[in-house]
């Protein structure tokens, strides 16, 4: 089918948010004064998990969360719902920075992914949790290289991972672009982000979060021992602060030199008919991901359609936010082509949503964390699009710096150390476009990396995507 046409009828609005009668009423706006011991700014999956697990901790604790849309709105929304354990953008990049603590990193992600699974099923979370695994497929030769390492390694960490050849791989799901592939089975769940938000919303409302939508926060300021946060109509006085605000408008300045913001795009197809479903397999339903340095990772979801995104990650020149960023018809188009190549038989195939969003990104990919105010303030950001499970162990990491509790968590060289900080513009957006035509590069020229790419290696900043 024309791409073109194949898109022509797709909502301009994320899948998961489209009219979904489990979408929640708005809560009200925070007008006048209150206060907390705990006042969390932020409603997505960082803010909602460290309300849920402060209350857990000590049900007495007065929890205020603040977010300046509707709960779920931003990435926690809009992403491809890939719940994956890691804690470090998956395993090479853990490899790569930690090696001495990977072990310790694979175990504690995988008991997190754990925990958020028994969280959905005590509070009756029904967000279409599916423990399905990830599959990552080599669609060239070069992509090959170090899957058997990394089988290996996997292996050695305890993975439940396999390796499979061309034949193996297809008979997973059907591509006659797929060389083979490395399927971690436990370590990754497919699930539905929005209705996780709107779930983890309520569980945290049963336990007496106040919950404040449509109130952005406009300032936060110091006062005698604690923090005053002022929102468009009212004020919010609390002994600690947590923030969860990803890229979005940072309240420390510090973090501006950190994070950049990066668009993500995906589609949603219509769903298959039974005879397009067995042209494709897919009985088990796992999470696909490609090799290449711009990835695609793709899922079936419950109506039998396919989500299908990635590959051309955006950053516009200034680092700016914008709405109208949401759409880029050049990227969707470019998505399109590439879906019908992956599946050749499913030609006849449309699209129904189209939609990007805006992700926290970081230069080395993964979460950093740090205080502030005398650690009357915490915070986690950085997540760089793999945040879905990783935000709740963020959210342990900065209720445990705020409580002065030396954890294992906190005694982590992933947990003390930052990445190194961006330049400022102009600078930045050179050295970002340049990073993205040389992946590019490297993706036509069989993987081999340009001397840009190999100086950001040495460096510590090490851009794959």
Not at 60 to 71: C, H, I, W
Not at 446 to 454: A, F, I, Q, V
Request: include cysteine.
């Amino acid at each position: 089918m024309d791409p073109l046409k194949a898109l022509a009828d797709a909502e301009r609005k994320p899948y998961w948010l489209d009219e979904d009668p489990a979408e929640p009423e708005p809560l009200p706006r925070l007008f006048g004064q209150t206060t907390a011991d705990l006042a969390i700014v932020g409603g997505g999956f960082s803010g909602l998990w460290t309300a849920l697990l402060a209350k857990e901790r000590d049900p007495k604790r007065d929890v205020v969360l603040l977010e300046a849309q509707t709960v779920g709105w931003a990435a926690s929304g809009r992403n491809g719902g890939f719940c994956h354990a890691s804690l470090t953008h998956g395993l090479e990049n853990g490899l790569e920075r930690w090696p001495q603590e990977i072990s310790t990193l694979y175990r504690l992600g995988i008991e997190n992914l754990d925990e958020i699974e028994e969280t959905i099923r005590r509070y009756d979370i029904d967000c279409s949790w599916e423990r399905t695994g990830e599959m990552n497929v080599a669609t060239e030769p070069w992509q090959l290289d170090g899957m058997e390492e990394a089988y290996t390694i996997g292996r050695e960490l305890g993975m439940d991972i396999q390796f499979l050849d061309a034949t193996q791989a297809r008979a997973e799901v059907n591509s006659p672009t797929y060389l083979g592939g490395l399927w971690e089975r436990g370590d990754c769940a497919m699930l539905d982000p929005a209705r996780l938000a709107w779930g983890l919303r309520q569980a945290c409302l049963s336990l007496g979060v106040r919950i404040y939508e449509h109130s952005r926060v406009l300032g936060m300021d110091r006062d005698g021992t604690s923090m005053a946060l002022t929102t468009q109509y009212g004020t919010l006085q609390a002994a600690r602060v947590v923030l969860g605000t990803g890229v979005f408008s940072p309240l420390l300045k510090r973090l501006r030199y950190y994070v950049v913001p990066v668009y993500d795009y995906a589609l949603m197809t219509e769903p298959l008919t039974v005879e397009q479903r067995e042209s494709i397999g897919w009985h088990n339903r796992q999470g696909m991901g490609d090799n290449a340095y711009q990835f695609h990772y793709y899922r079936i979801t419950d109506d039998n359609s396919i989500l299908w995104g990635g590959y051309d990650a955006v950053y516009y020149t200034g680092g700016k936010i914008k709405s109208s960023y949401d759409q880029r018809d050049t990227t969707f188009l470019k998505l399109a082509e590439q879906f019908y190549d992956t599946f050749p038989q499913l030609e006849d195939v449309k699209f129904s949503h189209r939609w990007g969003g805006v992700i926290d990104t970081c230069s080395r990919y993964s979460a950093f964390y740090g205080t502030a105010y005398g650690s009357r303030v915490a915070y986690a950001v950085g997540y760089t699009g793999l945040g879905v499970a990783a935000t709740r162990f963020g959210a342990n990491v900065m209720l445990d710096l705020l409580d002065g509790r030396e954890t294992e968590r906190t005694r982590l060289q992933m947990v003390k150390e930052k990445p190194i900080p961006f330049p400022p513009e102009p600078f930045r957006s050179a050295a970002i476009q340049l990073t993205r035509w040389s992946i590019a590069q490297a993706d036509r020229k069989e993987g081999k990396r340009n001397l840009w790419l190999r100086t950001l290696d040495r460096v510590g900043l090490g851009f794959d995507s």
